[in-house]
């Protein structure tokens, strides 16, 4: 498998990203770790996954299969943002959410840091500043490596590396953005953005659930 660098980082990742959404949900955790011998054996070494994930179940699968590898050869990311109980402070990208996420996420990893922490939405209930200040203290502390970013409109995106880039903050080094043949919104702004800024691109949903795989048939509906 080829390898790339992400965005203008001298990081290099496998031109393909095993995504782990299902981990937990659809795969159980032995099916999950033959899926991940499977991508490391073909040459992969990018997995990307989320806390919310099957509420944390997917981190905890990987981390269990993370364990038996060599932790340097692989690239992980995962996100934060969205909601894992219902306790009034366990949502958003407010600093009290960001730090106790990061500190579960590595407890279900089993890892002490984090390759790729990414944003996995925009919020508009907290301060841009409190966000952004709070991941750069994350990358200094050693617990995270680089940043990204995930489901942002253009001027998001745009508000935030500037932000970044006037302050001193770490900035992000990718997006993550919903992109196939079927959904192709993100060339409008986002891939201009990112040609621009230099940030890498790592779509989600490439196949489009499936129905870019040729399973899905008209005589099957």
């Not at 996100?79 to 590595?106: Q, T, Y």
Request: charged share 25%; aromatic share 10%.
């Amino acid at each position: 498998m080829d390898f790339r660098f992400l965005g203008k980082t001298g990081l290099r990742v496998s031109e393909l990203c095993l995504g782990a959404m299902t981990f937990g949900r659809e795969c159980d955790e032995a099916y999950s770790h033959q899926m991940l011998d499977r991508f490391v054996d073909a040459g992969g070494n990018f997995i990307d996954t989320a806390n919310v994930y099957s509420t944390g179940a997917s981190e905890t699968i990987l981390g269990t299969w993370l364990k038996q590898r060599p932790r340097d050869e692989l690239v992980i990311a995962t996100k934060v943002r969205f909601p894992m109980s219902d306790g009034p402070n366990d949502v958003g990208l407010s600093r009290k959410h960001i730090l106790s996420s990061v500190e579960s996420s590595l407890r279900r990893l089993q890892t002490d840091y984090i390759d790729l922490y990414q944003v996995h939405s925009w919020d508009h209930r907290t301060p841009l500043e409190e966000t952004l200040s709070t991941l750069d203290g994350l990358v200094k502390a050693g617990k995270v490596r680089y940043l990204g970013v995930s489901n942002y409109t253009g001027w998001q995106l745009q508000k935030a590396i500037d932000l970044s880039n006037a302050r001193g903050w770490e900035p992000f080094v990718s997006l993550q953005p919903l992109y196939n043949l079927l959904d192709r919104s993100t060339e409008w702004e986002l891939v201009p953005v990112c040609q621009n800024e230099g940030l890498g691109i790592i779509p989600w949903s490439p196949l489009r659930g499936g129905w870019l795989t040729g399973k899905y048939r008209r005589e099957m509906a």
